[in-house]
């Protein structure tokens, strides 16, 4: 289908608008033009008639033999003289003394006989003849003692036909169509180079186009996705920002949408990553970034994630993470062990460094199976080994307190929350030790479906800072990239299934943290 340009598409539609426009104000204004006649003819037929009627020589013979002879060239003069189609006299037989045809004088008009001005009556009436549309007035003739009536006059005025009027004013027509036509085709260039310039000067196709291809998109991907202006208001949804909020009306704003929830009352100037949100008893990860057009707030882009898919991603991702961090960590132990093995052959103390191997192998098996105990989740085992063995890399002394035991996960937890909890304390807590020469580290985690407690110490130099900023998102007192999150996604994590975390700590002297979700958790 060829699609033209949106300039000549105005043009034409302007075209046909001021043509049709013109030609209906033509045809209105022949009708009133001609409406306007009928009634100036009315008024002066009835006036010309009205006149006749009153003449004495016509009250007198109308109705007598001699009365042809006196009332036709009266008749005609008048006609001549006012310039109308023609006088005819009728006495009250209905016999005409006057005509513009004299052929038709003396003969009887039988339509008069039943005519109401034979009763005294006058008026205007419309008639159609073999002229055309005429106005004809009738008026009675009384006697000159104005006791009885005569006769009746009947004066008729052809009106002009509409080609006639369109003849006499086609020059104001054809005016009016160019200059129409001319303001017409200057407004639709001047409004369409508007509208280009406002549409990036592309056409309404292309920007359909656009518009299709970019909802689809918006709909195949696999977040929920929101627009709003600035004020608020949603401007569009995809369907599964639909399903996640339960929104399907047409219009509404974030307040109406996220109602009691923090989403509703935030003023969204600031981009946000990854804040939970819990809508409809559902957790979700929000990400909002600001839309700027021109340097002004054009509104926002909001992106929801299902808290589930997000953290089984995680899950996975921490995993690899974890493996990778065991392996690296055991082969470095194993280099170790391996040189001191090997060291202790060469100078043939055999019996020591077999000793050395059974030593090794049971505190291995110590561990791993005092966390297979205590740990019913392999994804935890995992990252508790990886830890150990960390810890023993770092001279750290890392302990599993006997009370531990994890049997599921509190209501509205996962794997991927209780990862990225223990390991980013267990992080913290072994890098505060660093720098003593003694360095112990306890964890005591205790959790089912209903209760979660989780408790790290460690005897490191303590926190200098006020405890709230440690939260912060980016805060960190190590000068390398990538730090400073942690802590933040462990608070937000714990708030938003309406948990605690505690700290308590003394410098120089070590830190204590407490996370607490579940029953009991004031």
Not at 389 to 403: I, P, Y
Request: hydrophobic share 40%.
């Amino acid at each position: 289908m060829k699609r033209f340009p949106l300039r000549l598409t105005m043009f034409i539609f302007s075209f046909v608008i001021v043509l049709f426009s013109i030609l209906t104000s033509g045809i209105i204004m022949i009708h009133n033009i001609s409406g306007a006649f009928e009634k100036e003819f009315g008024s002066r037929a009835i006036a010309i008639a009205r006149t006749v009627a009153q003449l004495e020589d016509v009250q007198k013979t109308v109705g007598k033999e001699e009365g042809f002879e006196v009332i036709q060239p009266i008749a005609e003069r008048i006609r001549l003289a006012t310039d109308v189609d023609y006088i005819v006299i009728f006495d009250m037989k209905g016999v005409r003394y006057s005509h513009p045809s004299e052929s038709k004088i003396g003969t009887i008009n039988e339509e008069i006989k039943n005519n109401e001005a034979l009763s005294q009556h006058e008026y205007i009436s419309k008639a159609i003849g073999v002229q055309g549309f005429s106005i004809r007035a009738f008026v009675p003739i009384m006697n000159p003692d104005a006791t009885k009536q005569v006769g009746v006059i009947t004066v008729g005025i052809i009106t002009p036909k509409w080609y006639q009027l369109v003849g006499e004013y086609q020059l104001d027509i054809f005016i009016a169509l160019f200059w129409g036509l001319l303001i017409g085709l200057i407004g639709s260039i001047l409004i369409a180079n508007l509208i280009k310039r406002q549409t990036l000067n592309l056409e309404p196709y292309e920007i359909a186009r656009i518009v299709e291809e970019r909802s689809a998109i918006m709909q195949a991907m696999d977040v929920g996705i929101l627009a709003t202006d600035g004020r608020g208001k949603i401007t569009y949804m995809n369907h599964l920002a639909r399903k996640y909020t339960h929104f399907f009306a047409k219009e509404g704003t974030l307040k109406e949408v996220f109602k009691n929830t923090w989403l509703a009352e935030e003023r969204l100037e600031k981009q946000e990553s990854y804040k939970p949100l819990s809508l409809l008893n559902q957790m979700y990860l929000v990400r909002i970034f600001p839309l700027k057009i021109h340097d002004k707030n054009a509104g926002s882009l909001i992106v929801i994630t299902d808290h589930k898919e997000a953290h089984t991603l995680a899950e996975e991702l921490t995993g690899v993470k974890t493996l990778v961090d065991t392996l690296r960590a055991q082969h470095h132990e194993f280099l170790n062990r391996l040189h001191s093995i090997a060291g202790l052959i060469q100078l043939n103390r055999n019996e020591e460094a077999i000793s050395l191997i059974l030593d090794e192998i049971t505190d291995e098996e110590s561990v791993f199976q005092k966390i297979k105990d205590k740990i019913h989740d392999y994804s935890i085992q995992g990252l508790l080994i990886g830890k150990f063995s960390r810890a023993k890399e770092l001279g750290v002394e890392l302990t599993l307190s006997d009370d531990s035991y994890l049997l599921d996960y509190v209501t509205g937890f996962s794997s991927g929350d209780l990862i990225t909890i223990i390991g980013n304390l267990l992080d913290n807590a072994m890098e505060a030790c660093l720098s003593k020469e003694e360095r112990y580290v306890d964890i005591l985690i205790q959790g089912d479906q209903d209760y979660l407690y989780i408790e790290v110490q460690d005897n490191g130099v303590g926190i200098q800072e006020p405890v709230e900023q440690i939260f912060n998102y980016g805060y960190t007192t190590k000068n390398k990239q990538g730090h400073g999150i942690g802590l933040a996604l462990v608070k937000q994590i714990i708030e938003s299934n309406h948990g605690t975390i505690q700290i308590f700590s003394e410098v120089g002297v070590g830190t204590t943290i407490i996370v607490q979700v579940g029953r009991n958790v004031l």
